[in-house]
Antibody, heavy 121, light 108 residues
């Protein structure tokens, strides 16, 4: 079974950092692009960042560019999101999602259950 | 950045009726890279349609996608009780990828 499991969420003060992780199983992780998508409480979906299978293509939403860094370790079947200078508006449920192919421009065919980030003093 | 607008925000229908959901882009979506997702309360989104009209694996054929350029439509023919949910369109043809604000299909 194809599965994505996120971790690393929690309560953090404004201005601090947090690192999210996502472990994939049931598929060849290094063959696929991966993404982070977030959802603020009661709101819609917001694409946060994406990375191709070989790191050649990486992109960010304007709202997080310069503060967040997406990365992957194919040897560990893992995707990461380093979040720095966190703001109240970054508070959300963060989903990890798998792209349908290895390049960058793909839809998301498998989603994790998400990990919650709370930003508050 | 491509901005996606979805209408209506809320669609109140009865089981068995047809739902027509619209997604409009601020500029042409490259290669018609437009997807639709369904989300139910407390659940992660589920892929329904990709490439504007191709159903994902396991998606019933009452769901269909159409459109091109800047105007796309998701149609649900004969709403089933499990179809009442929120639907999001997403473009993945240019970075940053973007989602529409969603259409909630609820029971009339």
């Amino acid at each position: 079974e194809v599965q994505l499991v996120e971790s690393g969420g929690g309560l953090v003060q404004p201005g601090r950092s947090l690192r999210l992780s996502c472990v994939g199983s049931g598929f060849s992780f290094d063959d696929y692009a991966m993404y982070w998508v977030r959802q603020r409480p009661g709101k819609g979906l917001e694409w946060v960042a994406g990375i191709s299978w070989n790191n050649n293509n990486i992109g960010y939403a304007d709202s997080v560019k310069g503060r967040f860094t997406i990365s992957r370790d194919n040897g560990k079947n893992s995707l990461y999101l380093q979040m720095n200078s966190l703001r109240a508006e970054d508070m959300a449920l963060y989903y990890c999602a798998k792209g349908r192919g290895g390049g960058y421009y793909f839809y998301m065919d498998v989603w994790g259950k998400g990990t919650t980030v709370t930003v508050s003093s | 950045e491509i901005v996606l607008t979805q209408s209506p925000a809320i669609l109140s229908l009865s089981p068995g009726e047809r739902a027509t959901l619209s997604c409009r882009a601020s500029q042409s979506v490259a290669s018609s890279y437009l997807a639709w997702y369904q989300q139910k309360p407390g659940q992660a989104p589920r892929l329904l349609i990709y490439g504007f009209s191709t159903r994902a694996t396991g998606v019933p054929n009452r769901f269909s996608g159409s459109g091109s350029g800047t105007d796309f439509t998701l149609t649900i023919n004969g709403l089933e009780p499990e179809d009442f949910a929120v639907y999001f369109c997403q473009q993945y043809g240019s970075s940053p990828f973007t989602f529409g604000p969603g259409t909630k299909v609820d029971i009339k």
